[in-house]
């Protein structure tokens, strides 16, 4: 029992896990964590041979498998559909074997929430004290709650899904230090500053109320204190709340994913694929959601996000095995004593709060999450077996031991390199020069399928005037990327530096047709037309750029030179004098303002 315990204190650190000084400090370690308790858990499976008995939810889940494998010949990145696929059978073999342990022994959930529950206090502690400026750790966006989560809202998502595990064991134990606990983790919650968390939460908390035939008598004073702690944020100048316009962008990455459903309604563009061909579905969309590049990389609606990436018939499977969830949920409530029904409450209202997230984001996508996730499902499978009788089934403990050796194997290299890539890419932004490209190169050489870290690399060595290098890596990341505007432009580069102007004008209008309203893209081809002395083009170009970009001098300066060669002098003067005024020592405007004035 002793190793059962640690493996289950192990699993409820997952939120905890992250590695700085890695170009992915949160998602990457998390899933290697994951990974690593799943072949702990499976190989006490096989130790106790408690393989031999059917899964409950084997039949959705093999479904989804198998429609996940035939939807790989729809990938444009192909490594990024394997890669998809490979998360998922890392989460069946984890969900399996937890099952398998659970239904041996019920006694292990309580165990699990327990770790669980005092993990997430001391998540909800670092979040808490990262709004009060003290960190350990120096992230991009600070006074922030993210905590070990990556993101603010990453944070609510995980903090929902753990309030009615605390729930549970408050109407189960009535520990007074329950309610610190509970405290902390609202308190947190709060300063997410997520909505769609927020609305989980109070769908979750309703959810698990009824199921336990209970009013939600709610303390006067507790309401005050989180009111005081909502409504005070402005009393707090360097916290970031409420992000502004996120509601208007997650309507408009929803149209552009409802447009990619549409063009492939049966098997979707292929798992792991939707960020691909989000950049190509968005061109001649005035008001698609662009940022400075096309990176949206994900619909932030894991339903649409499925939708689009495996279909209606994936999303039709996925909604079969959360169906198929709440369908034993609901039986197990109906069956069992008044103890179990509170923990089956707990579970309902945990996937509730996630299912009701997923609606406006993606945490079916974040690893602490999805975590959560597919624990709970081993627990009401594991629940559903004790209590209503196993089904055994003829299994080779050759062949999954087999199977466990290269999932571990598999794994392992994965893990190795994924890490290793991640810690070369961060230390190629801290280096400069030739070691930055070093650790770059070292980046992709470690994971060659990945187009970031080919885009990161060719970008680096066009900075460092390699050309050749860096035509070598934006080329291979064009391969796994065709669409990302930002690789285009930047061969767009290469080529007006080597001096093949039909290569550069052709990928420079590609780097637009992608993204229209670019402030480099348009100042790049205005500069090329600028060197080609077609100076009409160079000014629609450079007045477009200026649009984006008021304070760019250097754009207002080259539109001053295609004004002076076209002998407009005045609307050329005009131009080298705002230079000027946004950088009064930049000394080729003033040579130009003194032949204007000769």
């Known amino acids: 029992m002793n190793h059962k315990k640690l493996i289950l204190f192990l699993a409820s650190l997952t939120p905890l896990i992250f ?51 035939i939807s790989l010949n729809r990938c444009v990145n192909i490594f990024e559909g394997i ?9 069946i073999t984890f969900y399996i074997s937890l099952e398998d342990l659970v239904s041996k022994d019920v006694a292990v959930i309580d165990i699990f929430i327990g770790y669980l529950v005092l993990v997430s206090f001391m998540v909800s502690l670092y979040g808490i004290l990262q709004i009060c400026g003290i960190d350990f750790l120096r992230w991009e966006v600070e006074r922030t709650a993210l905590s070990t989560l990556g993101r603010r809202n990453f944070a609510g998502e995980y903090l929902v899904m753990v309030i009615p595990y605390v729930y549970y064991l408050l109407y189960k134990e009535k520990k007074w230090y329950l309610y610190i606990v509970l405290l902390f983790l609202i308190s947190h919650l709060v300063f997410t500053f997520t909505r769609a968390s927020y609305i989980a939460f109070f769908v979750s908390s309703v959810v698990f109320f009824i199921l336990v035939s209970k009013r939600i008598s709610l303390n006067k004073k507790a309401i005050i204190f989180l009111c005081i702690l909502l409504f005070s944020y402005n009393a707090f100048s360097d916290i970031k709340t409420f992000e502004k316009g996120t509601v208007k962008s997650r309507f408009l990455i929803w149209s552009i994913t409802l447009k990619m459903i549409k063009s492939n309604p049966l098997m979707g563009v292929g798992p792991g694929n939707f960020f691909v061909m989000y950049p190509y579905y968005a061109i001649g969309e005035e008001k698609a959601l662009r940022g400075i590049s096309l990176v949206v990389d994900r619909a932030h609606n894991d339903y649409l996000d499925i939708c689009a990436e495996t279909g209606i018939t994936g999303i039709f499977l996925f ?15 109906r069956d069992i004593d008044r103890k179990r029904k509170l923990l089956i409450a707990g579970i309902i209202s945990s996937v509730v709060a996630m299912c009701i997230n997923a609606l406006a984001s993606f945490p079916f996508n974040n690893p602490a999450t999805l975590f959560l996730f597919w624990t709970n499902v081993s627990f009401a499978g594991g629940i559903y077996r004790k209590v209503k009788g196993e089904r055994s ?4 403990y050759s062949i999954v031991k087999f199977y466990l050796v290269i999932f571990a194997i598999t794994g392992i290299v994965l893990s190795y390199r994924g890490i290793k890539a991640g810690r070369c890419a961060f230390l190629a932004k801290v280096f400069k020069g030739k070691q930055s490209l070093q650790f770059a190169e070292s980046a992709v050489a470690y994971n060659p399928f990945s187009f970031k870290y080919l885009h990161f690399a060719g970008t680096t060595a066009l900075n460092l005037g390699e050309y050749q290098k860096a035509y070598e890596l934006l080329t291979k990341g064009i391969n796994l990327h065709p669409y990302y505007d930002s690789t285009h432009n930047n061969l767009g580069l290469i080529y007006l530096f080597i001096g093949d102007i039909e290569k550069a004008e052709s990928s420079f209008f590609t780097a637009l047709k992608l993204n229209p309203d670019n402030y480099e893209f348009n100042n790049n081809i205005g500069f090329l037309y600028l060197t080609t002395k077609d100076y009409e083009k160079a000014i629609n170009y450079l007045t477009k750029a200026i649009q984006l970009k008021p304070d760019a001098y250097l754009s207002f300066y080259s539109l001053g030179v295609a004004y002076y060669m076209k002998k407009q002098y005045s609307e050329a003067k005009e131009q080298f004098r705002k230079v000027l005024e946004i950088n009064p020592d930049f000394y080729p405007a003033k040579e130009y303002l003194e032949k204007i004035s000769r």
């Open 19 to 69: 590695l700085p000084y890695l170009r992915n400090t949160f998602y990457v370690p998390k899933i290697v964590w994951i990974f690593l308790i799943t072949i702990l858990i499976s190989t006490v499976c096989i130790k106790y041979k408690l393989f031999g008995y059917r899964n409950t939810f084997i039949i959705p889940i093999g479904l989804i498998t198998f429609w996940y494998l």
């Open 83 to 91: 890669y998809a696929v490979l998360i998922f059978i890392l989460f």
């Open 319 to 333: 909604l079969y095995l959360l169906y198929c969830f709440f369908k034993v949920c609901i039986i197990l409530y």
């Open 393 to 396: 089934v003829k299994v080779s």
